[in-house]
């Protein structure tokens, strides 16, 4: 089992040689990062002006582009939705194999502030971590600091680490566990 990022649009300001790292740390495994080319032209919802996260996910499941054995999680700035909420940083197919997380709203830049790219890249992080996190089983978590914590604000990304608390961490070992019967 091993996990690849999938670059696609605008992720060159961001060090994915360290985000490869980070996330290595958090899950213990093979991380690797490609440049991928995708059309998301037909998840575009023209009255909302962003894209259906959901329907991103299909189009990854359906592209051939994730390898045997392996995750896969589009990094991109597209501003994402699912129909019931006004946006998300991200979305992931629980217990399955694809993922995506945006920085579009992780910009400082977004809110009207300075620009401030290791924060950017620290945000990042933790939204690869999170997302990767519900491919693994996890499901959010109460701890506000823990990675798998879910945020609606940008605010809430910042109070949480970019890794697992303990209790994270024991799940997931017994879903690994799981997986090897
Ligand atoms: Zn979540
Ligand atoms: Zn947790």
Redesign the pocket.
Known sequence: MFVEILGARNFEKLDVGLLCIEVKSAFNLEVSFRKAVMDFGATFDANRLQYNSTQILHLLLNSGKIQNDSKAIILTDLDLFVPILTYVFGEAELNGRAAIASSHRLHNEYYGLPKNEPLLQTRTTKEII??LG?TFGLI?CKDYMCV?H?STYVEDIDLKKASLCISCKDKLEILDGNRLK
């Open positions: 999170h997302e519900h959010h798998m879910s």
